[in-house]
């Protein structure tokens, strides 16, 4: 059977240690397979290439290779290619740092047995290492591709546009922007319960055209449908469409550094400093009308910056604080703005689902209670590293935490810029040293009964503080022919191992 | 007023629109479309543009006659449950600001620039028409993507005045280049006639014989190009905000409405995507046709 | 029939937003075989248009509207429009006023005059290109096999007028229409134009209607001359007739306004006024109101036209009731 | 004649350096490709890395220099997206839009012309007015509605041809076709039809307007005078010359359908130019940004010196030189 | 001219020395280059010298591009002179345009133009028309007194001041030439350079645009330059006649002399050709031979390819313009009295 999908975007590389974009790695994962990966059903982490692993100490863990796994060129998996994929994806010319972050060396035991010695202990090594898959180490060498793909050099490697992996699927063609076929390794280790024989993608840039397209029979699969065409397709009797709560938060943030907002009438002092007026923001989005109407209900609120499934999640972070309009209007009178007062405001318009849409809705809610924000839409491309100049009184982020631990939004989001990625994403430039101090310990404990429990406290303090204001967890739908089968994922990939076409 | 009117009615032109009803039709579209985008504060039911009064809760209402529509939304509700009608009325104020204005200033530096290259000739007119020559290069998307990124970086502030700025400047800039060339060829013709020459034995200035001479006899054809060209110019502000560089969300024009409008195609929200792009192409309908009929009518020959 | 072309109070309108026009009215003149007929007139007295209806050209809205035109007896003027095509160049050719304008700048003169013959001759592209080139060298062309192949802007002025006069008799017409085919030439090449249509008539028997304002070149060329004014005959005759003894008072003023080389006057006589607009001619005989030798009648009644001497006038004055004593006050 | 070429030449390389200019002013100001190259987590060392190596630290002056002297060896860098010499990715996507840009010119010529000549000639049938009056629609209606309602229409509706993508691709040298690979002329039509509407009814409109003024002219009158054929004259003598002004602006539309096929190639997948510089514009690519005005404006430049040579061609006028045959 | 002056009344009003002017109508630069050509001068008027006294016509005459109009242009400043002078009372034409009395001059020089249609812009009422030279040069400032001024000039011209608010295109071609005839009489000029003012109109209309020019001289001391190729109508209007061919004068005489007898072989010619009104059916001698190229003009004589008298003098040496007998003739026949 032939699986067809669609979806916007076009993966950079074939390359598994160039580029870490989050389509590539779905994609790429179909070829190439990592040591662990998440249970689709589950998100646990579970055995993949690697049939087990043991702590020998904090920083040392020993993993045993699954035994009679060939490459797709039909050269056997051994440790020797563990350890040149991970050095690999520790290159200069790798994105995939961040996932090698704590790891010290990589070492061969025996044939099938390799040690990752950490730096320090690190709590979250098994989620990293989903994301860092396995290449043939002979092949590699012999086809000049001992090197990641530089994206800003001429020079290609060999396996910017071939593979050679351990997957299901082996890679048969790719056309940039026009087609991708991946047709079935019938040499594979497992016993994947897909009864697909080739996957086509193809990318289609254009919303409307994509849906036609799914419409017309002529894909089966579309990743990402447009949310105002989802009552038509669900009502679409050859049609299905099936949602999950994706990893990612959606939030506004709020410059809370600057004496005086550039943009703002209000002048010599920032309101946004003011926690009465953060409330005030926060208790003036009406999140169930936002939730019913704007998102057509593909959206989970949340008053936490993690999703449910994020270590360090519970129900009291997640509780918002109530709608209330009253209210939002007593604090600003309380915090001397009884008029409101004028602040720019910054949204994405190609990024998160009907991004544009949330903050004009936003911005309607906030001029009832006389926040008059003047709202300015950017695509991503110039909007990205416009917040991250701080240029924004008011933005718009999404974190998505691959790692499924709160720390990850903690550190970037939250803590006060600095040094080894801290506060990264903390373009609102907010400081609490108390807070720093709790994420801080929470980077090195490991300890499994204390480490939630920091994260909560952490969360919640963020919440007191209203920090940011969350807004919700992204639902994310896909669409399909009613004769295909496949498990939601929240971290919007396929498993190709479990896809069905009837 | 009431006699200049009565004249003008009276004229051949008047007569000639009484005569052809398809002008007639377009001018009455034209006016009212006009009008009700220059009384939009009066004639609109509600203020799109005031975020305050919107309701989410309103949002993607059907039109009227359905049983879920009301007649507080005549024409129904879009995603932010802005009136339709209302919002077609001050989108159209905006395209046809954009639309006119910049196609007055691409008329006006089109016609001075062909003015000037046809009567002084020489190495200004090698100079200008070489510059033609570069602006046609470069299509009227590609300066706008260029121009908002250029202003983005200048300006990075003054964003809602600039989305217009960038509209009107892309458009004009790749504008005005028709009206240089063809004022220039008319230009050089004229300034061989001899009623030009009669005005130099006179000892009239050339910058007056170039205004008050030339440029009433070569204007006939700038008329009617213009008249084409703001209906142009709407679809081209329309195709820029579909790319992305156009009106800001929060008072979206015309062309912004039929983009938003794009994405409930399939969704059977029908009317946010139908109504925009049927007052888009009644309104370049009703110029193209009016410009049309003044080619006809300007033509002696053909009256 | 000894009439080449017959034509009968023809009447020509123009619809127009204030009423309708009447350009041409009940003009009458016939021309013979061989003979060159003039036609002069003050400018927009309907000149051209006689000549544009003739040869079935009128430009709408303009339209016949009364009268008939016949070719050898038989009526042309209802023609549909194929056949009236087949008669177009064939047997009736035309000459217009501008050369340059006239020719088509995309093709060589040879091209534009093999495709004439060609259309109404059946005849071999060869000998068709012979044809031409003789043509060429009829009309006085100098190395006509070479410049059959230039284009009409390498020709000077003189040589287009005469391609075109090439052009028009190509298939040999019986009657040229000449719509002030010199108007735009000097003196020099003028007269070769006029000696060359001359000739070419009197070998090839065709019958002309030159219609100028050169009322030299109308008493050297021509057999007879109509004067028009207003749409209207005014006199019709044999242009010696017409010249030394006018019968119409408008014909006579036209021509004492013309300088002549013999005498010499301080002051040239003119004729007061101006021609009436179409769409106010007066009532009863359109000249009038400026002449000199109006009656009470003229106000009131058209005139035919009337023998008076050797020529045809419509003026009352010749009215045979009205006797020579009134035409002797009118001298 | 030879001058002629040369002098057009020496203004065309004078084009292009403008362009190339305005192209490389591109680098200062659409987006940040080093952000986009190290992701949401680089650092600020790192940045200036990239920084260092992309030669973006360099005077602007001699980014500029070295620009044009690379983009003169036709090296225009390395897209930021795809990791891939531009000008390798411009060799790829190139057939295709070509292909679309011709067959949309072919199909607006092939039906404008004689759409056109039939509305001058008919002036006032019924067929001639509606010829008129979708033309207008033609004009008024903006590019992506027209494709997307071609594609609700004829895809999603009828389901007669695909909505998307070019389908399979016969491989000629470097050229690569679709319409001669079987049933490649589906993923053909949409496209091509979307971008011809627009090109298609300004010419029927210019070929209409043109030919009633030629037909007004003297030597059409005399050409009837002389008893010529209806067919001989609106055909051989009206049509060839309404064609002069019609080449000029068929030249310049012609650049302009390669222009306008960014809208239409992102509303149909199509693997194109145009596609890979909206996308380039998304991803702040800025070397295929560049790369794809420079090859636009080449275009232009080549078009404009083709419609010139073939003024040459129809109008011998044209052709001696001035001053000459009195 | 090369009397010395004594009295004013005997200065010409007008005198023109080896008037010049050529047209530089070469290829572009890069053709000339390549293609090796040599730049190419057309001399459109070549030396031309000639007085009009205070009151009379000096007629212009001469087949078509031999440069009659450019004279007229360099007369009133249009064009610049290649070489010599243009005087107006013994003050330097161009020199003083490009002064402050240049407005002065531009008032008292003016000039009718060939096509009574294009010399009238066709957006503007008469009115404007007529007034335009008066508000140029403030001569009249007041609203109603412009009218005025305006509605005597039209009855001057024999046209109604009713006409004033009409359109051109409203009027006949002879009332149009009389309204361009207004509009030069506007500022009173004293020289008038009328450009074939008729050669567009009937015999009728003709006539009463020559009247009213004479009218005019009569009463107003008018001095005009006169350029037609209609020789009956040179004859009526001129005092004397100058008889040009490709771009030289080679005959300058009194009407009557001329008329009588024509000296240059060209004028000859020219006389022989033109049709004669009571002998009808008479065939008339055409100058024989092409129009050469103004060019590439012949050697020597220009007229000699077309000359019946010519020998190897002509072929080789220019004639100059000498006086024989009262009149100026260049031709070396005459000078030879082999003719
Ligand atoms: C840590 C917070 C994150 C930030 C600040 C962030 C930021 C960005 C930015 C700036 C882009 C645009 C560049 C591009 O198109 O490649 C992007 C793309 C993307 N990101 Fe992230 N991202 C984050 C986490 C995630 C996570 C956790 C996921 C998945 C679970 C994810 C999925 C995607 C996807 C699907 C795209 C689009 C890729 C494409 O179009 O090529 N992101 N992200
Ligand atoms: N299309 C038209 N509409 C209205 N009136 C017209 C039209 N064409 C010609 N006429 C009128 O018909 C009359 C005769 O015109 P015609 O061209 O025959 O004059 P003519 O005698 O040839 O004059 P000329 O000597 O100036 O060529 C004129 O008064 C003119 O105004
Ligand atoms: N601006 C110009 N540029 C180039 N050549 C010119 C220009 N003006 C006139 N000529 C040339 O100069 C010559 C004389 O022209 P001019 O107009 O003076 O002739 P003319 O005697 O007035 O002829 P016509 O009787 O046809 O009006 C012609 O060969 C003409 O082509
Ligand atoms: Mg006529
Ligand atoms: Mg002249």
Redesign the interface.
């Known amino acids: 059977k032939t699986f067809k999908w669609a979806s916007a975007g076009e993966i950079p590389s074939w390359d598994i240690h160039s580029q870490n974009n989050a389509l590539s790695n779905g994609i790429h994962a179909a070829v190439y397979e990592s040591l662990v990966y998440y249970n689709s059903k589950t998100f646990k982490v579970e055995p993949l290439l690697a049939q087990g692993w043991r702590e020998i100490s904090p920083t040392q863990i020993r993993f045993t290779l699954r035994k009679g796994v060939k490459f797709h060129d039909g050269a056997p998996l051994t440790a020797d290619d563990v350890v040149f994929s991970v050095q690999r994806a520790m290159a200069r010319t790798s994105n995939f740092a961040i996932y090698t972050q704590g790891i010290d060396k990589v070492v061969k035991v025996d044939d099938l047995t390799v040690d990752i010695l950490l730096k320090g202990p690190n709590p979250v090594l098994l989620n990293q290492l989903t994301e860092l898959r396995i290449m043939n180490k002979a092949w590699a060498e012999k086809n000049r591709s001992v090197q990641p793909k530089d994206m800003k050099s001429a020079e290609e490697n060999f396996a910017h546009r071939n593979a050679n992996g351990t997957g299901p699927f082996r890679l048969k063609q790719w056309v940039p922007d026009q087609r991708l076929v991946l047709e079935r390794n019938p040499d594979y280790w497992g016993k994947p319960a897909t009864n697909v024989t080739e996957i086509v993608y193809t990318p289609i840039k254009a ?2 055209t994509r ?2 397209a799914l ?1 017309s029979g002529e894909v089966d699969f579309v990743l990402d449908p ?1 949310p ?2 989802l ?2 397709l669900r009502a679409n009797p050859n049609l299905k469409v099936i949602d999950g709560v994706e990893n990612r938060t959606i939030f506004l943030g709020m410059d809370q550094f600057r004496d005086e907002l ?2 703002s009438n209000v002048k010599g002092k920032n309101p946004l400093k003011d926690l009465r007026v953060r409330k005030a923001l926060y208790q003036a989005i ?1 999140i169930d ?2 939730h019913r ?2 998102m057509r209900g593909l959206s989970q609120p949340t008053g936490a910056l993690v999703a449910p499934q994020v270590a360090g999640w519970s129900e009291s972070v997640h509780k918002r604080l109530p709608y209330d309009v009253e209210a939002a209007r007593r604090l600003l009178a309380e915090a001397g703005y009884k008029d409101g007062f004028e602040v ?1 405001f910054a949204c994405p ?2 990024r998160y689902i009907n991004d ?2 949330i ?3 936003v ?3 906030w ?2 209670i006389g926040v008059k924000a ?6 991503l491309t ?1 909007y990205f590293p ?1 917040i991250q100049r701080y ?1 924004a009184s008011i933005y718009m982020l999404g974190w998505g935490v691959p790692t499924f631990d709160a720390l990850y939004s903690l550190q970037s989001l939250v803590h006060t810029p600095g040094p080894g990625g801290d506060g990264n994403y903390n373009v609102g430039r907010y400081s609490n040293p108390k807070l720093d101090a709790v994420i801080d310990r929470a980077k090195t404990e490991t300890d499994p009964y204390i480490r939630p429990r920091l994260l909560t406290e952490a969360l919640q303090m963020h919440n007191d503080d209203v920090v940011h204001i969350p807004l919700h967890n992204q639902i994310i739908p896909w669409a399909m022919k009613k004769n295909v089968e496949v498990v939601h994922r929240a971290d919007n990939r396929l498993d190709w191992r479990l896809i069905q076409v009837n | 007023m009431r006699a200049a009117w009565m004249r003008w009615w009276d004229s ?1 032109l008047g ?1 000639s629109l009484r005569r052809s009803p398809t002008a007639m039709l377009a001018a009455a579209i034209a006016l009212t479309c006009g009008l009700a985008a220059l009384l939009a504060p009066w004639v609109a039911p509600h203020n799109p543009f ?3 009064s ?1 309701d ?2 309103d ?2 209402l059907p039109p009227v006659w359905y049983p879920e529509g009301t007649w507080r939304y005549p024409l129904g509700t879009d ?3 802005r009136d339709i009608l209302s919002a077609l009325i001050y989108g159209a104020r905006i395209s046809l600001f954009v639309g006119l204005v910049s196609v007055a200033l691409s008329v006006a530096i089109g016609v001075a620039l062909g003015l000037l290259a046809g009567f002084v000739g020489g190495w200004l007119d090698a100079l200008l028409m ?1 510059l033609c ?2 602006m ?4 009227a ?2 300066i706008a ?2 121009i908002a ?2 202003g ?2 200048l300006f ?2 003054a ?2 005045t600039l989305a217009f700025g960038v509209l009107i400047t892309s458009i004009t800039l790749t504008g005005w280049v028709q009206y240089a060339r063809t004022v220039r060829g008319s230009t050089l013709v004229e300034r061989q ?3 030009v ?8 200035a050339p910058w007056r014989i170039m205004l008050r ?1 030339v440029l ?2 070569v204007l006939g054809p700038v008329l009617v190009l213009a008249t ?1 060209h703001v ?2 110019a709407i ?1 081209t502000e ?2 820029l905000s ?3 560089v156009g009106a ?3 008072a979206p024009s015309l ?1 912004t409405l ?1 983009r938003i409008g ?8 029908w009317w946010i995507t139908i109504f925009p ?1 049927l007052m ?2 009644l309104i ?2 009703s110029v ?2 009016l410009g ?1 009929w003044l ?1 006809d009518a300007l033509n002696p ?1 053909l009256r | 029939m000894d009439k080449l072309l017959e034509v009968h109070d023809l009447v020509v309108e123009f619809p127009t ?1 204030r009423g309708v026009l009447r350009a041409l009215d009940g003009v009458s003149f016939d021309i013979a075989p061989g003979e060159i007929l003039g036609v002069v007139g003050e400018s927009g007295a309907g000149k051209s248009l006689t000549g544009a209806a003739i040869i079935g050209l009128l430009e709408p809205p303009g339209r016949i509207a009364g009268g008939q035109i016949r070719l050898q007896g038989r009526r042309i003027d209802d023609l549909p429009p194929h056949e009236m095509r087949r008669i177009r160049g064939r047997r009736i050719g035309a000459i217009f006023q501008d050369p340059l304008t006239s020719l088509n700048p995309l093709y060589t003169i040879g091209r534009q005059l093999t495709e004439t013959i060609q259309t109404h001759l059946d005849v071999s592209a060869a000998e068709a290109r012979r044809r031409a080139i003789e043509l060429l060298k009829d009309t006085g062309i100098p190395a006509a096999e070479e410049r059959i192949d230039h284009y009409p802007h390498q020709f000077s002025g003189g040589m287009r007028q005469r391609v075109v006069i090439a052009l028009a008799l190509a298939a040999e017409p019986q009657l040229v229409v000449a719509d002030e085919p010199t108007t735009a030439l000097d003196v020099s090449i003028q007269a070769q134009i006029i000696t060359l249509l001359k000739r070419i008539c009197r070998e090839r028997g065709a019958a002309v209607m030159l219609i100028t304002h050169d009322m030299g070149v109308i008493a050297e060329t021509c057999d007879r001359v109509a004067v028009l004014y207003a749409g209207r005959v005014a006199e019709i005759g044999p242009v010696h007739e017409v010249i030394h003894r006018p019968a119409h008072p408008y014909t006579a003023g036209l021509m004492r306004c013309i300088p002549d080389m013999e005498t010499e006057r301080e002051r040239l006589h003119q004729i007061d006024g101006a021609m009436p607009r179409l769409s106010e001619i007066p009532h009863g005989c359109a000249f009038h109101p400026r002449c000199p030798q109006a009656m009470l009648r003229c106000h009131d009644a058209r005139p035919p036209l009337m023998p008076a001497g050797a020529t045809r006038a419509a003026c009352w004055l010749h009215e045979p009731a009205a006797t020579a004593a009134v035409a002797e006050t009118a001298r | 004649m030879l001058a002629f070429v040369l002098r057009r030449l020496l ?1 065309a390389a ?2 292009m350096l ?2 190339a200019f ?1 192209a490389f ?2 680098f ?4 940040d490709p080093v952000l986009q190259i190290l992701g949401q987590d680089a650092t600020p060392e790192e940045v200036a890395r990239v920084r260092a190596e992309l030669g973006l630290d360099r005077p602007f002056v001699v980014q500029f220099t070295h620009f044009v002297g690379q983009a003169l060896r036709g090296d225009f860098g390395v897209s930021l997206r795809q990791g891939v010499p531009v000008a390798q990715l411009i060799a790829e996507r190139l057939p295709a839009t070509l292909e679309l840009a011709l067959l949309a010119a072919a199909l607006a010529l092939a039906l404008g012309i004689p759409m056109g000549v039939y509305a001058a000639l008919r002036r006032g049938t019924w067929l001639a007015q509606l010829f ?1 009056t979708l033309s ?2 033609g ?7 027209i494709g ?1 309602v071609l594609i ?1 229409v004829f895809a ?1 509706q009828l389901g007669w041809l695909p909505s998307f993508g070019r389908g399979e691709v016969v491989q000629l040298g470097w050229f690569s076709s679709a319409l001669l690979a079987p049933g490649g002329w589906r993923h053909l039509v949409l496209p091509a039809l979307t971008l011809a509407v627009f090109q298609l009814a300004l010419i029927m409109r210019l070929v209409r ?1 043109e030919m009633l003024e030629v037909l ?1 002219t003297d030597y059409i009158k005399f050409a009837r005078a002389r008893g010529l054929t209806d067919r001989a004259i609106h055909f051989g003598h009206a049509l060839k010359n309404t064609l002069v002004p019609v080449i000029t602006i068929t030249g ?1 539309q012609l ?2 359908l390669i ?2 096929a ?2 239409t190639e992102t509303v149909f997948q199509w693997p194109g130019m145009g596609l890979l510089f ?1 996308q380039a ?1 998304t991803f702040a690519d800025i070397p295929v940004m560049a790369a794809y ?1 420079c090859l ?2 080449l275009i ?2 080549v078009i ?1 010196l083709i419609v010139d040579l073939l003024y040459f061609a129809v109008d011998p006028r044209l052709r001696v030189e001035r001053g000459s045959g009195h | 001219m090369s009397t010395p002056v004594t009295n004013p009344a005997a200065i010409p009003l007008v005198a023109v020395h080896d008037l010049a002017r050529t047209f530089d109508v070469s290829a572009p630069w890069l053709n000339r280059v390549l293609e090796r050509k040599p730049r190419q001068l057309l001399h459109a008027v070549d030396g031309v010298t000639f007085d009009i006294p205070r009151g009379c016509t000096l007629a212009l005459v001469g087949e078509s591009g031999c440069g009659k109009s450019t004279v007229a ?1 360099l007369l ?3 064009y610049r002179p290649s070489r010599g002078r243009v005087l107006f009372e013994g003050q330097d034409v161009h020199a003083t345009l490009a002064t402050r009395q ?2 002065v001059l ?2 008292r ?3 009718i ?3 009574p249609y ?6 503007w009422r008469v009115e404007a028309i007529v007034a ?2 008066l508000r ?2 403030g001569l009249v400032r007041d609203r109603a007194a412009l009218r005025e001024r305006v509605a005597e000039l039209l009855r001057a011209v024999g046209l109604s001041p009713h006409d004033m608010v009409k359109y051109p295109h409203q009027f006949s071609g002879g009332q149009r030439q009389r309204i ?1 005839i207004a ?1 030069a009489l506007a ?1 009173q000029p004293q020289f008038l350079v009328c450009d074939e003012p008729t050669s567009a109109l009937d015999v009728s209309v003709q006539a009463q645009v020559l009247n009213l020019m004479k009218d005019l001289q009569r009463q107003h001391g008018l001095t005009y330059l006169f350029i037609s190729h209609n020789l009956a109508v040179v004859r009526h209007v001129s005092d004397q006649v100058g008889v040009m061919y490709l771009g030289r004068l080679v005959e300058l005489a009194d009407k009557r002399t001329l008329f009588a007898q024509p000296r240059h072989p060209y004028t000859r010619m020219l006389l022989e050709a033109i049709p004669k009104l009571h002998a009808t059916g008479q065939a008339r001698t055409p100058v024989q031979g092409e129009v050469p190229n103004p060019l590439n003009p012949p050697g020597g004589c220009a007229f000699h390819p077309r000359c019946p008298h010519a020998d190897a003098r002509c072929q080789a040496e220019r004639p100059a313009l000498q006086t024989i007998g009262g009149v100026r003739v260049a031709c070396h026949a005459v000078q030879e009295g082999r003719i």
């Open positions: 919303d409307a849906m036609a419409l447009t105002q065409d009552p038509r550039p943009g009406d009308t936002l109407v704007t720019d318009n190609n544009e849409q903050c004009q809705a911005t309607a809610m001029a009832r003047k709202l300015r839409t950017l695509p110039t416009m240029e | 051949d007569y005031d975020l305050a919107l989410l809760a949002a993607r995603d932010q449950g070489r020559d570069v046609l290069s470069f299509p998307i590609l993507l260029l990124g250029v983005k970086a990075p502030n964003h809602e006639k001899e009623y020459q009669a005005a130099r034995v006179i000892g009239v001479h009433p006899n084409i209906a142009t679809i329309a195709t579909f790319l992305g800001p969300p929060t062309g039929v794009n994405d409930y195609l399939f969704s059977g929200e792009g888009l192409v370049a309908l193209n046709l049309d080619r020959r | 937003r | 203004q004078l084009v403008a362009v305005v002013m591109l200062q100001y659409v987006g008129m207008l629609l004009v008024s209606l903006p590019t992506f509605l997307i609700l999603v307007a007004r310049l650049g302009g222009a306008f960014i809208i909206i514009v005005l636009i404006a232009f430049v404009n | 242009r009133v400043g249009l240049g407005r531009r008032r020089v003016q000039m133009f060939q096509d294009a010399s009238l812009n066709p957006r335009e030279p140029e040069h361009s509009r500022t």
